[in-house]
């Protein structure tokens, strides 16, 4: 079945350290993202790919780092720069670059806590 | 700037009656609006969508109408189901110049009670 796999599905870290969220799809998809989810909030945009080896900021990008170097693969790198990270990150790939043309499939998530 | 926007976080119908979930935007650029649902400890998976060309887009028990003038779309669940109790997320999409983007909205608890 082809899909999109995050893992680990829980993680915890201490405060100052780097911490990196898997991200694999086997949909053959070009795009790829990352969208963080906070209580009361809707999904925002930390980082996008259309294609291997670029990837562009989303709206909430500080302190969030991305690779793209293979096309199944776009890992999140949450720093210490960031200065919430607690919170439910999902990953997602699409066909072609978003738009309604071209929904979103998502994983099942990761939830980071951070204390 | 919420750009799209659920004014109701939740939202109780009983079993067999119409869910009816509301969603307003303020940028008239959008050109493709999705709806999402999402369970627990989940990802959201695609529901419905509607371009911004037409004004209604129907899919077995559900139908997203859009009123562009008002700028505002609903999903309609007809019959609801227990199974259909979940968050609905509500997204938009839109040309920033360079990609075209999706913007959610902050969900609405819909729940289907017996």
């Known amino acids: 079945d082809g899909g999109i796999t995050q893992s680990p599905k829980y993680l915890f870290r201490k405060e100052g350290q780097n911490v990196t969220l898997s991200c694999e799809q086997n949909l053959n998809h070009d795009a790829m993202y990352w969208y963080r989810q906070d209580p009361g909030q809707g999904l925002r945009l930390i980082y996008y790919?259309?294609?291997?080896?670029?990837?562009q900021k989303g709206d909430i990008a500080e302190g969030y780092s991305v690779s793209r170097e293979k096309k199944e693969s776009f890992p999140l790198t949450v720093t210490s720069a960031q200065k919430n990270p607690t919170a439910f990150y999902l990953c997602?790939?699409?066909?072609?670059?978003?738009?309604?043309?071209?929904?979103?499939?998502f994983g099942n998530g990761t939830r980071l806590t951070v204390t | 700037d919420q750009q799209v926007k659920q004014n109701s976080p939740s939202l109780s119908v009983q079993e067999g009656r119409i869910s009816i979930l509301n969603c307003d935007y303020t940028n008239s650029m959008f050109d493709y609006f999705l709806w999402y649902k999402k369970y627990p400890a989940e990802g959201p998976t695609f529901l419905i969508s509607?371009?911004?060309?037409?004004d209604k887009n129907e899919d077995g028990r559900f139908t997203v109408f859009l009123n562009k003038s008002a700028k505002h779309l609903s999903l309609h669940i007809v019959p609801s189901q227990p199974g259909d109790s979940a968050v609905y997320f509500c997204a938009a999409s839109g040309w920033t110049g360079t990609a075209s983007k999706l913007t959610f909205g902050t969900g609405t608890r819909l729940q289907v009670t017996l």
């Open positions: 509607i371009s911004s060309i037409k």
């Open positions: 790919s259309q294609i291997v080896n670029d990837f």
């Open positions: 997602a790939s699409s066909i072609a670059p978003t738009g309604g043309h071209s929904p979103l499939h």
